[in-house]
Structures are given as C-alpha cells and as structure tokens.
C-alpha cells in the first residue's frame, strides 16, 4: 500500500512539474514577440511632492497585454525578460516611449523609469539612454533613473562608471526599493544619489513599532547624506500625515493615483490638484 501510495504521488508530482514548465515556455515565446505584436503599454503613476502640493512627476511601468492572459504584472514578466536575454530590448523600449511621450507633457514634469541591473551588463546603455533623450528632445534634467540595491552585487567599479556618465549629464539617479536588498550602505557613500526611495513594505504597516523605526532611520541618513527620501506605496491618508510629520517630501502611492495609461494623465493631474484642495480646506476646518 505505501508503495502504491509512493508512486501515484510521484505521478502527481511529475505532471504539475511538466505543466510549470510548459507554462514557463509558452510565457517566454509570447514575450519574445510582445514587442513586435505591440502588446507593451506603459503605465504612469504620479508622485506627489508634499510642500508643494502638486505633482512633480510620473514613473513609467510596463505593462504587458497578453491576448489571452489579460494584463500580466512586471512582477512576472520582467524577472523573464531579464532571465532570457530580453531586457536590453524592452529596456530600450521603455525608454524611447516613455521619453518621448514625456517631451509632450506640460511644464517642468519629471519621468521616471526603472532600469534593470541586467541593463548595466549592457556596453550601450548610456549611449542608449542618451540617444532616447535626443530623438524624443527629452531634457536630461526631466529624466529620473531608478536603479535598486542588487546592482551593487555586480561590478560596482561599472555601475559607478555608468551612474557617474547618466549624472553628469543632468539625469537624476534614485535608489529604488531602499532596504529590501542587500544593505551595504558603503555604496551610499560612493555614489551620490539624488533620491532614495524607501520601499514601500516599511510604508505600508508604519504602526508596527520596528517599521516606523525604519522609516525613521532610512529619512534621518537621507538627511545626513543629503539625499531626499520619496515615500512609495502610500495608500492612506494617514500614512501621508506620518511621513510628512517625518520630514519625507515626497510620495508616491494609491492615495494619490494607481499606475494608468498615458492617456489618462491630465484626469490624474487634475485629481491630484483636488486632493490637495480638499486636504487644505480639512486642515482649515480643523484650525
Ligand atoms: P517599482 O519600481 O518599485 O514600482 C512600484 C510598484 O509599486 C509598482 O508595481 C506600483 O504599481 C506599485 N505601487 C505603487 N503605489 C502603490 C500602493 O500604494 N500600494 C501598492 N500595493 N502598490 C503600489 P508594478 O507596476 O506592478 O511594478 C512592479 C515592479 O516591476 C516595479 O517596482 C519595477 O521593479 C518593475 N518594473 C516595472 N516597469 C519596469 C520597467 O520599465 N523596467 C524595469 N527594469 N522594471 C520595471
Ligand atoms: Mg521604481
Ligand atoms: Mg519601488
Ligand atoms: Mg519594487
């Protein structure tokens, strides 16, 4: 009996181990052709800088419309493409687009896009970066790059040479999804980034005593390093009154908007103008 038992929960082992497979490889033919059959949008989230009351800029976040899966999350789809040799393209991609649709917004607006470490293997990337600026007119200093802490893990003697080159001409350098990585601060201090932003898993529970605590520290060695801290995953208004009683200045979150399509932009900016509208008239009815 244990022996029959034995084998058939090998044979339910075997096929679930197949069909993950099967998945895993149907996903990454139809990513191999996403970009040529157009299924890559980007998204805009807006981040919000508090003193001001008005949105500094966008971040770009890809979006894959699947035909068949509906919209599959950058979560899924980016550890793909950087696995299977992808993310150079798409990277590229990302930035053509999103500058170039950047060049049209009004004002001084801020774009921001996530850059893989993977990229940074790339010898183009600067040369990529800078040619994406010049065919969309994008100024650099409207140009934000986020970059996270697992870059470090490579050459870091590159990746400072590369961050140095992006900065010098203008480019805002951020570290994204400060303190989920892998903490060695010691490039902190070899590298001056313009902005840290703190993650949002510290953002997201701030009541729970040890979060708070990091939040804290995180901001008081933004300030020591003179490197402003941007809050992410901000989804209450509660939230945004302790991070601003904090010091932190600028947000980014649900409260304010979620990631959506280009097109949507001038609604956001206008709901972000009534949000602080009608914050200013609670504060008022408050005094
Ligand atoms: P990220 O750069 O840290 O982007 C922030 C993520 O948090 C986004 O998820 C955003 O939708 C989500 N978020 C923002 N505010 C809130 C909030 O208030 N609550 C919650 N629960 N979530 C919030 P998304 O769009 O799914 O992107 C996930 C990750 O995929 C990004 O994390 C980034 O690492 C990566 N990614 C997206 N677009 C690109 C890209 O063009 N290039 C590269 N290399 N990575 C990208
Ligand atoms: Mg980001
Ligand atoms: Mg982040
Ligand atoms: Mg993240």
Redo the contacts with the bound molecule.
């Keep these: 009996r244990a022996k029959a038992e034995g084998r058939s929960g090998y044979r339910i082992f075997e096929p679930s181990m197949r069909e993950a497979l099967n998945e895993r490889r149907e996903l990454e033919r139809d990513l191999r052709l996403a970009l040529e059959n157009d299924e890559l949008e ?2 805009y ?1 807006p981040f919000v800088h508090a003193d001001r009351q008005a949105v500094s800029g966008f ?5 894959w419309r699947h035909p068949r899966r509906g919209l599959v ?3 899924v789809f ?1 550890p793909l493409a950087e696995e299977i040799g992808l ?1 150079e393209q ?2 590229v991609w ?1 930035l053509r687009t999103a500058s170039a649709q950047a060049a049209n917004w009004p004002g001084d607006l801020i774009l921001s ?4 470490p993977v ?1 940074f293997r790339s010898r183009t990337l600067v040369a990529d970066v800078r040619q994406a600026l010049a065919r969309s007119g994008l100024s650099p200093r409207r140009l934000q790059l ?1 970059v ?1 802490e697992s870059l470090f893990l490579d050459d870091g003697d590159n990746t400072l040479a590369i961050l140095t080159d992006l900065r010098s001409d203008g480019m805002i350098i951020s570290m ?2 400060f303190g989920t990585g892998y903490s060695s601060l010691g490039y902190l201090s070899r590298f001056p980034f313009d902005k840290i ?1 703190i ?2 898993s510290f953002v ?1 529970d701030m009541t729970l005593p040890e979060n708070m605590a990091i939040v804290r520290a995180v901001i008081g060695l933004g300030r020591a390093l003179k490197m402003p801290v941007i809050a ?4 209450t208004v509660e939230q945004l009154r302790m991070l601003r009683a904090e010091g932190c200045r600028e947000m ?4 304010f908007s ?2 959506r399509p280009a097109g949507d932009l001038p609604r956001i900016l206008a709901e972000v103008q009534a949000f602080w509208a009608s914050e200013r008239e609670a504060a008022h009815s408050v005094a």
Excluded: M, W
């Design positions: 980007i998204f989230q971040e770009a976040l890809l979006r999350s950058p979560g980016i993310i798409i990277g990302a896009v996530n850059l893989s990229q986020e996270t994204d999804d932003k993650d949002q997201r992410e995953g901000i989804e980014q979150g649900f409260l979620r990631p």
